[in-house]
């Protein structure tokens, strides 16, 4: 690619990304949703809308994140079982985390870097953050960049690197059990970590993280979203009715 074309897309890039982001700071102010009251919200919107310029500027990044967002033709395990692990997981874990009041201490808590509405938001406005951005943003993150980067590492140097032809061969040729395991505990780690969770608390963030990588390597990122998304949605609903019932 010559200077003047990397010039070019770069420009488009930006141009792109700056029109999609005005576009969501017109619509936040018109439906009164209030992610640009939260830094958190603002970040959210960077990341989301560099995310789509990125895609739609670029075509061969477009055409193999396309490749990776279904991976199965099997609709009802694609759609269904991720809402349907959402909902184990958080019936399973708001159990666990009243355990202690039965013994007269505080509820297991969540990570303290886990987002925590300031009731700015609108509840719509919460519902789109929480349900649909960040799970969107956090799987493309977590799940995605490290494994399409991995793979276009590993493909490029396997001809010079007998790590890199051994890593390329086992992980995405053979899928090896022990090279795929490793993937999956190794983002799923990072994934926790970025909560800041604690001792009891880890396995809330761990957990999940693995249930949504091997979600994303069997039936595509878009299962992994799903799961992600049915997640945080069912996290209040399934919270109240626990704690009516314990």
């Not at 999609?20 to 992610?35: E, Q, S, V, Y």
């Not at 808590?109 to 700015?120: D, I, L, Y």
């Not at 990072?190 to 069997?218: Q, T």
């Not at 039936?219 to 799961?227: D, R």
Request: charged content about 10%.
């Amino acid at each position: 690619m010559s200077f003047m074309n990397m010039i070019l897309r770069g420009s488009i890039l930006v141009i792109v990304w700056v029109c999609m982001f005005a576009f969501l700071i017109c619509g936040d102010k018109f439906l009164g949703l209030g992610f640009f009251k939260l830094s958190f919200g603002v970040e959210s919107l960077i990341l989301l809308t560099l995310f789509f310029a990125f895609l739609i500027t670029i075509p061969k990044l477009r055409s193999d994140f396309a490749g990776y967002f279904y991976l199965s033709n099997k609709k009802r395990l694609t759609i269904g079982l991720p809402i349907l692990l959402a909902l184990g997981m958080q019936v399973a874990f708001n159990f666990v985390r009243f355990i202690p009041t039965w013994m007269g201490s505080e509820m297991i808590g969540g990570g303290s870097a886990q987002f925590n509405t300031p009731g700015v938001l609108s509840e719509i406005g919460e519902r789109i953050l929480v349900s649909i951005i960040v799970p969107f943003n956090e799987e493309f993150v977590f799940r995605y960049v490290p494994y399409a980067v991995l793979l276009w590492l590993a493909n490029n140097a396997k001809e010079y690197s007998n790590v890199s032809n051994k890593l390329y061969f086992n992980l995405f040729v053979e899928k090896n059990t022990k090279y795929v395991w490793a993937w999956i505990l190794s983002t799923s780690f990072v994934f926790a970590m970025i909560h800041e969770p604690s001792i009891l608390n880890f396995l809330f963030y761990f957990i999940p993280g693995i249930v949504y990588a091997i979600l994303f390597l069997k039936y595509g990122l878009f299962s992994a979203i799903l799961a992600h998304s049915s997640y945080n949605l069912f996290s209040g609903i399934i919270f109240e009715m626990m704690k009516r019932i314990l």
